[in-house]
C-alpha cells in the first residue's frame, strides 16, 4: 500500500512568485487536507477537499487555492508569495472527513 | 483563547516512567480526538484516535477524553528514549477541520 507522497520535497522561490505543491493520496482514501507548519508550531489547517470539492478552509488568504483530482491527488497553489510563506507544508489523507490522517513527508518551501 | 491548548513543555522523563501529556480545546462541538507524534525534522504519525469518554488503550499508550471538561490527554507508560519527539493534539472541530496544538516536546532520559 503506497502511502501519501508529496512533491516536490524542497524549493525555493523569491517574492511575488507562484509555487504548485502536488499531494498523491493513499490508495483507498478520498479526504485531503493541507497544513503549513512553521518551525517550532503545529500544522495549521489551511483547507481540505473531499471528493474533488472545498469542504473546509482555514484562515489563509484567498491566494492559498487548491484543487483535488477525479484520482483523489490534490494540488496546493500559492500565490504572490511573502516571506512569511516559507514553511514546511504538510499534505494528509484519511479515508473521510474527519477520520484519522496520514501525512506525507511534505514540501520544504524558501522564499527570498 | 486558543482553540488548542497543550501542557508547555519541554518535559523530561527519566526511561521506564509514565509521561503524562495534556490538551484542552475551546469547541464544545468536537467529536474526534487524535494524537500524532512528530519527531524533529519529520512529518506528524498518527499514534491514538479517540471518540468517547474515557479511556482508550494501545499498548503503551492510553488516551483519555472528557468532553465535558473539554480536556483529552496522553499517558505513555514505560517510556523509551525513542519516544523522544514533540506529541500534537489534534480535535477534529464542527467546521470541518484539524486544530493542531503547538504541541509538547518530549524528552525520555536513559
Known amino acids: 500500500e503506497t502511502g501519501v507522497t508529496q512533491s516536490p520535497t524542497h524549493l525555493i522561490k523569491t517574492r511575488g512568485q507562484q509555487v504548485t505543491l502536488r499531494c498523491s493520496s493513499q490508495s483507498g482514501h478520498n479526504t485531503v487536507s493541507w497544513y503549513q507548519q512553521a518551525l517550532g508550531q503545529g500544522p495549521q489547517f489551511i483547507f481540505q477537499y473531499y471528493r474533488e470539492e472545498e469542504n473546509g478552509r482555514g484562515n489563509f488568504p484567498p491566494r492559498f487555492s487548491g484543487l483535488q483530482f477525479p484520482n483523489y491527488s490534490s494540488e496546493l497553489n500559492v500565490n504572490a508569495l511573502e516571506l512569511d510563506d516559507s514553511a514546511l507544508y504538510l499534505c494528509a489523507s484519511s479515508v473521510g472527513v474527519g477520520q484519522p490522517q496520514h501525512f506525507g513527508d511534505g514540501t520544504r518551501l524558501s522564499i527570498l | 483563547q486558543k482553540e488548542v491548548e497543550q501542557n508547555s513543555g519541554p518535559l523530561s522523563v527519566p526511561e521506564g516512567a509514565i509521561a503524562s501529556l495534556n490538551c484542552t480545546y475551546s469547541?464544545?462541538?468536537?467529536?474526534?480526538f487524535f494524537w500524532y507524534r512528530q519527531y524533529s525534522g519529520k512529518s506528524p504519525e498518527l499514534i491514538m484516535s479517540i471518540y468517547s469518554n474515557g479511556d482508550k488503550e494501545d499498548g503503551r499508550f492510553t488516551a483519555q477524553l472528557n468532553k465535558a471538561s473539554q480536556y483529552v490527554s496522553l499517558l505513555i507508560r514505560d517510556s523509551q528514549p525513542s519516544d523522544s519527539a514533540t506529541y500534537l493534539c489534534?480535535?477534529?472541530?464542527?467546521?470541518?477541520?484539524?486544530?493542531f496544538g503547538t504541541g509538547t516536546s518530549l524528552t525520555v532520559i536513559p
Open positions: 489534534a480535535p477534529f472541530n464542527t467546521g470541518n477541520q484539524f486544530y
Open positions: 469547541d464544545r462541538g468536537s467529536q474526534s
